[in-house]
C-alpha cells in the first residue's frame, strides 16, 4: 500500500488539495488527513482534479485519537504574540512556511502547522509551545462518510484498552463499513506489550487487520530520534505475535 500522509492536524484546504491531486496521478492508494469536513473535502477535490479514472481513485483516511490532550500525533504550535520580539528564527524552520513577517509582527498561519516541532527550540523568549489540538467529535462521522471518507485511522497513545468501547461507540453514530487501521503507541508500549495488543486488536477485528506502527510520531522535538529504526524494530515485534494481520 501507498500512503500519502497529510498530517492529523494539517489544515491547508489548497495544500491539501494540490497534494491530493499529485499523489492521486502518482498512483498512492491511500490519502491520510484530518477528520475535517472541510479538508475531507479538498482532498475530494484534488483527487477529481487529478483526472485519474474513478476505480482508481485512491481511499481518503482520516485520523482520530483516543485522547487527543496526550496523543503527539494531534498537536499543533501556538504562538504568543505578547511575547514575541519578530526575530525571525521561526521562519526558515518550518518545513510549510507557516510563519512570515507583515507589518514588522510576525504572521502565523495555524492550519498549515501539522506539530513537527522544528520551530520550538529555536524561540529564544518561549513565544512558541505545543498544544493538542480541538478533540474530535464522533458525532461528524456520518458527514465524513457522505463527503468521501471512507477509513478510520485510529491512534492508540497510551490509552490502548479504550479500543474496544471506542469502536462501539462509533458504530452506534455511523454504522457505515468503514475500513479501520489502528496505529499503535510503539512510543507508549514495549514490544511485549505491542504484541498483546496485536493479539487483541485481531481478536477484535478479525483476519486481515490493518495496523500502523510508527515508532516515535512524526511530530516530536528530538530531532535526534531514530523514528524509522524503533519503526522497523516495533513491526519486527508485531509480525512475531503470528497473527493473520497487516502491517503499515
Keep these: 500500500m501507498f500512503k500519502l500522509i497529510c498530517g492529523a492536524t494539517y489544515s491547508d484546504f489548497e495544500a491539501v488539495a494540490r497534494y491530493s491531486q499529485i499523489f492521486s496521478r502518482a498512483g498512492a492508494h491511500v490519502i491520510d488527513i484530518a477528520a ?3 479538508i475531507v473535502t479538498a482532498a475530494r477535490e484534488g483527487i477529481l482534479r487529478s483526472g485519474v479514472p474513478a476505480e482508481k481513485h485512491p481511499a481518503i483516511m482520516v485520523s482520530l485519537s483516543l485522547d487527543h490532550q496526550h496523543d503527539p500525533h494531534f498537536r499543533r504550535v501556538a504562538l504568543n504574540q505578547n511575547l514575541c520580539d519578530t526575530c525571525g528564527a521561526c521562519i526558515p524552520a518550518c518545513p510549510t512556511q507557516a510563519f512570515s513577517i507583515k507589518d514588522a509582527k510576525l504572521f502565523y498561519q495555524k492550519e ?3 506539530g513537527c516541532g522544528a520551530c520550538v ?3 529564544h523568549i518561549d513565544a ?4 493538542p489540538v ?3 467529535q464522533p458525532a461528524i462521522l456520518p458527514e465524513l462518510w457522505e463527503l468521501g471518507a471512507r477509513c ?3 491512534h492508540v497513545g497510551p490509552n490502548f484498552y479504550w479500543l474496544e468501547p471506542y469502536l462501539q ?3 452506534e453514530i455511523s454504522p457505515e463499513p468503514w475500513l479501520v487501521s489502528v496505529s499503535l503507541g510503539s512510543g507508549f508500549a514495549s514490544f511485549n506489550e505491542l504484541q498483546e495488543q496485536t493479539v487483541e486488536i485481531h481478536n477484535i477485528l478479525g483476519d486481515g487487520a490493518l495496523l500502523q506502527v510508527d515508532g516515535k510520531p512524526m511530530t516530536g522535538y528530538n530531532k535526534h530520534d531514530s523514528k524509522m529504526l524503533q519503526a522497523l524494530a516495533a513491526a519486527q515485534a508485531v509480525l512475531a505475535a503470528n497473527r493473520h494481520v497487516y502491517v503499515q
Design 36 to 38: 475535517h469536513p472541510t
Design 112 to 114: 498549515r502547522c501539522y
Design 121 to 123: 527550540p529555536l524561540c
Design 128 to 131: 512558541l509551545t505545543p498544544e
Design 134 to 136: 480541538q478533540a474530535f
Design 152 to 154: 478510520l485511522e485510529i
Design 169 to 171: 461507540k462509533i458504530r
